[in-house]
């Protein structure tokens, strides 16, 4: 008889954004003429950088000759792309990766739900609350946790990140193996300070841990003095595996392309305590269960390197800035209180009621779309959160229904 995974059983019912958007499809069809303005899902909106463009066109030229034909490509990406990104994301901010230690692929989501496969079954699990539900879910799929009580999944170290501790977790009391931590950070927005990724990677070190870093966002930092990466801290290359992706730095999210640092260093432990090398092992995986990512977007991925690419990203990355600023300013003055929006797409609000209520309430009045907080866990209860990612006309008719919404 085939039996079915019961960790699966676990699970809520769907996934959060499925959900979500399952909610706004009802709604839209029960009201066909309301103008609806997203500001839910992380979803880009604008237009690929031209550089990208240009270089995809020629990559599908190349594509369309026997000469430049390409069939499978390296699964772990063209040097071409690995070169670039070790160059520009790390050697160029004094972190020593090399090409070589990077992974491409086609999404951070499908890597930081992966890489838990590495790791036994009876790993302790640390992470944050609120979070990104993939690190959770994927864990709950492969069977670490218990079931789903008071809102939360039983043996689950859950790292509390509120305003008390301004949206930046304190190191566990209970000791973890993998730890999950991602800034600037979904859902909150909130940035962390170097010294305090370092108390991280000292912990990790003492305790035998890992680190998995989320720097998804790192494109919307402007504050200089915060870490893009955590391989900018001293000795994280032998704890921590970070993921990084195109999709909001250059709009990639329909075009699908990410990468994976395990630098060489990097190590988790056997059964009898002897250190194994996680590189060979993510790369062992990699090659057995995916194919790359295709030579066209790897071409336009490494044109976000290139001169024009690198002003025409920024720009995006600016546009959607200015609308978190505006968000960030309207929020203020209506006199709530929030977190992020200034080196981050999101803006974490504190909504002070039931947080599904409060986006029924924004979807029925004000025809806008947030993401409610206890979406993302527990600690996200009474929150929303509002994404930047739209046209600075939507962000700013949305803002004026909101207003009203809430007067
Ligand atoms: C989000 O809205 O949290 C993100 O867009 C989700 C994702 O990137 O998968």
Avoid at 85 to 103: H, L, P, T, V, Y
Avoid at 293 to 316: C, F, N
Wanted: aromatic share 12%.
């Amino acid at each position: 008889m085939i039996k079915i995974n019961e960790h699966y059983l676990k699970l809520q019912a769907s996934y959060l954004f499925s959900n979500i958007a399952k909610k706004v499809g009802e709604f839209q069809e029960a009201n066909p003429d309301k103008d609806i303005i997203r500001l839910g899902i992380g979803d880009v909106t604008r237009a690929l950088p031209q550089a990208c463009t240009d270089a995809f066109h020629s990559a599908i030229d190349e594509m369309a000759t026997d000469s430049g034909f390409r069939g499978y490509g390296p699964e772990q990406g063209y040097d071409f792309l690995r070169e670039a990104i070790a160059k520009n994301d790390f050697q160029a901010r004094g972190a020593d990766i090399s090409a070589d230690e990077i992974f491409v692929s086609d999404g951070a989501k499908c890597d930081t739900g992966n890489i838990q496969e590495l790791f036994t079954t009876d790993a302790k699990i640390a992470i944050p609350d609120p979070v990104y539900p993939v690190y959770l879910d994927t864990n709950v799929m492969a069977g670490r946790t218990g079931g789903f009580e008071d809102g939360r999944y039983k043996g689950i170290i859950y790292l509390d990140s509120t305003k008390e501790n301004n949206y930046v977790p304190s190191l566990p009391t209970e000791k973890p193996d993998l730890i999950y931590l991602c800034f600037p950070n979904n859902p909150t927005g909130s940035t962390i300070t170097k010294a305090e990724l370092k108390t991280w990677v000292d912990y990790a070190k003492e305790n035998q841990a890992l680190i998995l870093f989320d720097a998804a966002y790192e494109a919307f930092i402007r504050d200089e003095s915060l870490p893009k990466s955590i391989y900018e801290v001293e000795g994280a290359k032998e704890v921590a595996i970070e993921f990084r992706s195109f999709s909001k730095s250059a709009g990639f999210t329909g075009t699908r392309c990410a990468y994976t640092v395990v630098p060489k260093e990097c190590a988790a432990f056997d059964a009898k305590g002897g250190k194994q090398l996680i590189h060979p092992l993510w790369n062992r995986r990699h090659c057995t269960k995916f194919n790359g990512v295709s030579y066209p977007v790897q071409r336009a991925a490494e044109a976000v390197y290139s001169e024009a690419g690198k002003a025409q990203a920024r720009d995006l990355v600016a546009g959607y800035l200015k609308n978190a600023d505006l968000i960030a300013r309207e929020i203020k003055d209506l006199g709530y209180g929030f977190i992020g929006g200034d080196n981050s797409p999101y803006i974490w609000i504190e909504g002070n009621r039931d947080s599904w209520e409060f986006f029924d309430m924004l979807l029925n009045k004000a025809g806008v779309v947030c993401t409610p907080g206890a979406g993302f866990g527990k600690c996200g209860e009474g929150y929303i959160r509002l994404s930047a990612f739209n046209s600075y006309e939507n962000v700013e008719k949305a803002m004026i229904r909101i207003k009203e919404a809430l007067a």
